[in-house]
């Protein structure tokens, strides 16, 4: 392991040089014109995956962005890890608010900044240079490796379930490992076993065919933008509770142990609502904000659009009123069942003087898993041993559905085992990543491989 | 008046290749980078007024887009008509619902479909050949005549009160005209009374500093876009009653008489809606569609802005929400007082979790006259002998803030004698003038100039 070790170690500054030809790809998912850069990201995934060692690195299509898909099967008996990455990134909009290009990255203050940096190209890079100090310095990897990267996570994978029910005994492994979430807090890396869901929407409300002049048709008709906040208005209680009937019916509630442990944890309220900007918190009642954040479902705005909104002031009454919205789920909730909840109450609340129409985008189911199986305490050893510290188990408020399709389809456990840190602007304008937690990943990626081996090796917990 | 007559009816066909001279400038004041097409538009005004033979027409500074002003003062003893227009004209946005270009009017089923056909260079235009067709005919007009035209009404006219009360004796006269308002239905020609204040704010939401992840934050903090849907169903009840403490205050309510006279018009209500696209109306409980569009205040919605608004979906909980809004107001109401009670009521609601900024755009007074003067009745036999039909006496919704300027400052009367039409997209895309309207239009401003001289040869009212 010595030599693996100082490989990294004299690498150090190379790895930065090469992670930004990868940031350098504007591979956004979301935006269509940008789907040729979507196909060379995946390219290059592809080259890279071959140049570091690894075989049968290809390409394969799908109806959407394409997948990439390697393997390195050297050693039997050992087990095998599953590696899922995404190699697509999120919109860059608003352009303007980024101190330096999102496609340009730039190191400062011992961090490098660009769309994609921790969310996930910097964390699949991670593991690839693991990977590379392995292969290169004993020409094998302690476990199986197989590489899982898709392009369409952040448009909400809709291609994935179907490749990995087709491909299953190409996937099959002991334990699946992701790299797409923030630690806890700088120097308190941890391991996560528990996602929220997500069931994303459109609604769009229709008034009068064209815009109206707001002098000569205005209370004499229904005004949609209004009607549509009304309606979003009728989502939540005072008390930051969801009002769709039925919306928490299947929820898991957050168990008194677990609560002990949330609120052992290192968390400064104060400073997180001023890190994000924030005057004071706000949730759900009766809940700590991590518990908020990891352990209760949420409806969100993610998007209004209606009527004149430029500079200055026109005085129309918006033809259409346009809003996107979504809800964070959590244990037991599916979220089919809580589309059609909320379309259903949604119209039942609509008045008969607009029309509505809504469209369900996206869907992901929740997730959590125990934390004291075999490949979860190998993690925390190759963190310990990669940061010098023991992890905490903590849970993530965002949502990765393919760790249930995992669970579901091939009977996988998984492992989320993210080096990133809160407030790395994951989806906003001025995406950065650690770059000491980086090369600490990196070294704890490495000891992984090792700890996984190990792991199949004593008796099961 | 024969020759008049006949050279009007002969020049029809001219009249309008030389509006689509006028039409195709963009005069869009609303847009700083059509500030040069507001003032070649201004330009074009004052060689207009040169040609037709009027004296000192020249454009006039302001701190925003000139003033145009010309006069012919040649009728020693006859009444003095302040004839007052606008050239600027409303954005053109969403462009691509438009049929045909916004600046290349184009004639089709009797209409002319152009920005400013109908709001409100069409009808300045009515007025010009007019003036042409009595000065060339016999070199004089029945009346002294000054024609104020400015460039910023449709922003809010910020710059015309100032430049009344700097020139008010060169604007004394003994009546206001103003034709920029529809008639109340083909083959309806109307004489309008009353007019609806504007008070028009910006309402912007801050939450966090920058966007935010919807899965790592959402839950835990307050979302600016639900906050601002929040506030804004807190503006109206479900009667549609705005919620504003003191809102209603100083209205003056619908007289009985008023309401038999409005129930007595020719007004389809289902065709009416039928023609504007919307399912069925929605208003004030205990008021007609009339007495809500001409005679009741409003609280309309005009732009909403958060987040992600493209296609597809972007997990973000918005930094920043904002809402364009605005009130119609109705006599006694004053704008400054309705924009503190607004601003005091919203300040009032918004939850600390958030900061709220409120921009007063602008305002205008509502207007009401009585319609037994001499001038409108005036104006009345003007209009009988130009459409061959007695005019019905009706409100309009809209507002024309310097009618209450001219009102105040100069102690004029105003006459509104307007020949658009309902539906005529004044303020949307498509917007259009019928052309047999205008054509009856020049000879009804033609026949006013002469019914105006005699008004003032009769004992008053």
Known sequence: MNNVLDFINSHRDDYVAQLETFLAIPSISALPEHAGDVRRCAEWCVSELQRIGLQHAALHETPGHPI????????????TMLFYGHYDVQPVDPLELWETPPFQATVREGAIYARGAADDKGQIFMHLKAIEAHLSQHGVLPINVKVLLEGEEEVGSANLDTFIAANADTLAADVVV???????????????????GLAYFQIDIRGSSTDLHSGSYGGAVANPALVLAQLLAQMKDKAGRIRIPGFYDAVVDVTPAERAEFARLPFNEKRWAREIGVPKPFGESGYSTLERKWARPTFEVNG?????????????IPAVAMAKVSMRLVPDQDPATIGQLFEAYLKKLTPKTVTVKVTHMHGGKPWTTGFDNEWVQAAGRAIERGFGRQPVFVREGGSIPVVSTFQ????????????????????????????????????????????LARARQQPEA
Not at 180 to 193: A, E, G, H, Q, T
Request: hydrophobic residues 45%; glycine residues 12%; negative net charge.
């Open 68 to 79: 990439v898909y390697a393997e390195w099967l050297g050693a039997p008996g050992a087990p």
């Open 408 to 451: 579901q389809v091939l009977g996988l456990p998984s492992v989320l085992f993210g080096i990133g840190l809160p407030g790395e602007n994951a989806h906003a304008p001025n995406e950065w990543l650690d770059l000491s937690n980086f090369h600490n990943g990196v070294l704890a990626a490495a000891y992984l491989y090792e700890e």
């Open 178 to 196: 992701i790299s797409d979430s923030p630690m806890f807090d700088r120097d308190v890396p941890s391991i996560c076993y528990g996602l929220r």
């Open 304 to 316: 209004l659009l209606a009527g004149f909104t430029g500079e200055g002031a026109k005085t129309v």
